[in-house]
């Protein structure tokens, strides 16, 4: 017995009767059923809706589009299984005779079913053990130490733990980073929009303090773009927020558990430029660290050790240098041996990486509308299609609530209002055409590392294959499978995922690219989801790639990208030239244009001496990593406060100002710039100036 490889629920598309604020170009919507849902069911519910809703106009239309989906989903999958009958072994081998590289195709799907096992390092799952233990956490790593992927992990347990919307709030200060994570900006979440004044944070009361009173943890990833003033008025709302009964006393964020991610050696917030005639100007200043709120947090800190993204130690310790500043010079040693040209290799060119957005946008489109295709790097299918062609994504709404109509409207509108559908990594549109650079935006979970294909991994796009031409493939494939040869469930599994992807896109055809590793493959498109916790799911259905002539740094950050050339000029913020060059995995897909001065290793000294302190708080796993390169040690201090997972102190709870002189050292005043006070204690320490 087969099942769509889907899941079991309804997707109801973004259709004219609910306008999307992007919709323009938006192909037909079709609503489609996953699993066998009877037509009856379904087009009572959405009869139900759509009364309520007053939008009888629409009702007739989205009837014949249920029809139509199931009918196209029963028709879709009765074409797959049209010629399922086992092959007889002389049959067999004829096949093999006569489709050799079908054969071979075959084979390498039986091999991309069989999934890549991650094993945590103890400091990865020790991160995990906190957070299940309700500890605040802050854990950080150099980048390609897996913080990402720890985070997904800790998203994980939480749904497990928690089962109502708003309970978990999932937060980054930027869409590019917040959308990997399934969570949604900082400043929207807490309802403050754009801050120019300190005034402005009183829109939390009025836009989100129901919802953060209810909430149980706050989740901030890249915390290093996360100021302290920001953090500090945050957290003086929300403790004020979630402290409404007298008799209560207030706890740091109001008594949510935090967990913050983020490399303070990486990108970080930038301040506003102070204008006098805005009274009470918020200026976004100082690194979250230097935050009052930091230190009342009583954070677990975790350091994450083992780089998984390079694997060569000298580059490693290279660029380690250059994460902390020890030795700048270490971009000039790199740079001369990453100034020779990298060699276009199979039609693929290195990304080249900008400082600013302005350069990237007009490089990738210079050479779109330069590229022409190299003839014997071609496999045509369609002679038209040397032609740019625009890929139109797919676009699907999931409300959890299908009992309550009045529930579904609400949450149909907050899915449909999500920054999701701007910062997705996969595009509205894209227009691709054969020898436009492109980079996956996905990663693909291949098995073996030759096949390791992942989000950043560079290609070129080498042809087009049609989606009927896909799903004959498809069928045929599975009726290859179905021989006694191949009898393992995985590939029938990945087979019928690839179907159903397509069942759920409209694009005709489907671009075919070779990677740099080899691989040449059908990106199909793919779903790309965003869960909102007990409110539902939004849905993107588009070909995970995008151009990748160029990048911007600043959107770099959290990729890797395995061929790369990073342009110099106009570096500016500190940490840019590190989240650039830990991009790449080898020197060998590294190239440095520009001059490369040791001047332009831009290491912020707080930074410095937050990690250095970090050595003496830092909580350590009971056994040693095993597993990826240790990073080199950052630092030569002895441990003296080692924390175990058995730690049961809380020193907020005895005195704060106690956590404050424990942890002095770090503490600049992002107001008044001066060490040893927070931002807080700034006024009342000229107060008492003055008094005495
Ligand atoms: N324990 C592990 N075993 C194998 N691979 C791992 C492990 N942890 C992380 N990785 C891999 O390392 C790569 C980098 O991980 P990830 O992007 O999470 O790092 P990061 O610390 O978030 O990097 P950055 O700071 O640059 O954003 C990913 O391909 C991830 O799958």
């Excluded at 060569?312 to 310790?317: K, L, T, V």
């Excluded at 790097?377 to 299609?385: A, F």
């Amino acid at each position: 017995m087969f099942c769509c490889p889907l899941g079991s629920t309804i997707y109801v598309p973004l259709s004219p009767s609910f306008p999307t604020p992007h919709s323009s170009n938006r192909p037909k919507m079709e609503a489609l059923a996953e699993d066998w849902v009877d037509d009856d069911s379904m087009i009572s519910m959405m009869q139900e809706v759509e009364t309520n809703l007053n939008l009888q106009n629409s009702r007739q239309e989205s009837e014949t589009q249920v029809k139509d989906s199931h009918r196209e989903v029963k028709s879709f999958v009765g074409h797959l299984y049209k010629d399922m009958e086992p092959l007889g072994e002389d049959l067999q081998q004829e096949v093999e005779m006569e489709d050799k590289d079908l054969q071979q195709e075959v084979e390498t799907e039986v091999r991309d079913s069989q999934q890549p096992i991650i094993s945590l390092t103890p400091e990865q799952q020790l991160v995990i053990d906190l957070v299940r233990e309700g500890k605040n956490v802050f854990f950080t790593g150099s980048g390609g130490t897996g913080k990402t992927m720890v985070l997904q992990h800790i998203l994980k347990l939480l749904s497990e733990r928690y089962d109502r919307a708003g309970d978990v709030v999932i937060t980054a200060p930027t869409g590019i980073a917040a959308i990997p994570i399934g969570g949604t900006t900082i400043h929207r979440a807490t309802g403050i929009g754009i801050t120019r004044t300190k005034k402005d944070f009183d829109c939390m009361w009025t836009t989100a303090a129901k919802k953060w009173r209810s909430a149980k943890v706050w989740i901030i990833d890249e915390i290093s773009m996360v100021s302290a003033e920001l953090l500090d008025h945050l957290e003086q709302n929300l403790t004020k927020i979630r402290t409404y009964k007298p008799k209560d006393v207030p706890k740091p964020f109001g008594g949510l558990q935090v967990i913050f991610a983020g490399d303070f050696f990486q990108l970080q917030p930038v301040p506003e430029k102070p204008n006098y005639k805005l009274k009470d100007q918020f200026l976004n200043r100082g690194l979250a660290f230097e935050a009052a709120a930091w230190h009342r947090a009583d954070l677990q800190t975790v350091v994450l050790k083992n780089i998984f993204r390079q694997g060569d130690g000298h580059f490693i310790r290279m660029l380690n240098d250059i994460r902390t500043g020890e030795n700048p010079a270490a971009l000039e040693d790199i740079a001369k041996q990453c100034s020779r040209d990298l060699s276009v290799e199979d039609g693929i060119l290195p990304t080249v990486l900008y400082s600013k957005n302005k350069d990237a946008d007009e490089y990738n489109i210079k050479k779109l509308n330069e590229t022409l295709p190299d003839e014997k790097d071609v496999i045509w299918i369609n002679p038209n299609l040397d032609k740019p062609v625009v890929l139109v994504a797919n676009e699907y709404i999931r409300p959890e609530a299908s009992k309550s109509n009045y529930l579904y409207r609400q949450q149909y509108d907050q899915l449909r209002a999500a920054e999701f559908w701007t910062h997705c990594h996969a595009l509205e549109n894209i227009t691709l055409k054969i020898g436009a650079q492109v980079m996956l935006v996905r990663n693909m979970q291949l098995a073996g590392k030759e096949s390791d294909l992942v989000n950043g991994s560079r290609g070129v796009v080498v042809g087009w294959t049609s989606r009927e031409e896909k799903l004959e493939k498809i069928t045929w494939k599975l009726s290859l499978f179905r021989t006694p040869k191949f009898k393992t469930n995985p590939v029938e599994d990945r087979l019928l995922h690839i179907a159903g992807k397509l069942s759920q896109s409209t694009i005709e055809f489907i671009p075919i690219v070779a990677f740099r590793n080899g691989r040449v493959i059908d990106c199909d498109p793919e779903m790309f989801d965003y869960q909102v916790l007990k409110v539902g799911l939004c849905t993107r259905v588009q070909v995970p790639l995008k151009l990748a002539w160029a990048l911007t740094i600043h959107k770099c950050q959290g990729l890797t990208l395995d061929y790369v050339i990073v342009n110099l000029k106009y570096i500016f913020a500190e940490g840019q030239v590190y989240v650039a060059l830990s991009r790449a995995r080898s020197l060998d897909g590294l190239q440095i244009i520009g001059n490369a001065s040791r001047s332009y290793v831009k290491v912020s000294p707080r930074v410095v001496q937050f990690y250095k302190t970090l050595a003496r708080i830092e909580t350590h796993p009971v056994t040693r990593p095993e597993e990826g390169i240790a990073a080199p040690e950052e630092e030569t201090v002895e441990p003296d406060r080692k924390h175990t997972l058995s730690t049961t102190e809380n020193p907020f709870e005895k005195c704060p100002e106690e956590v404050f002189l424990e942890n002095m050292s770090p503490v600049i005043c992002y107001h008044c710039s001066k060490e040893g006070h927070p931002a807080w204690a700034c006024k009342l320490e000229k107060l008492l100036r003055i008094n005495s």
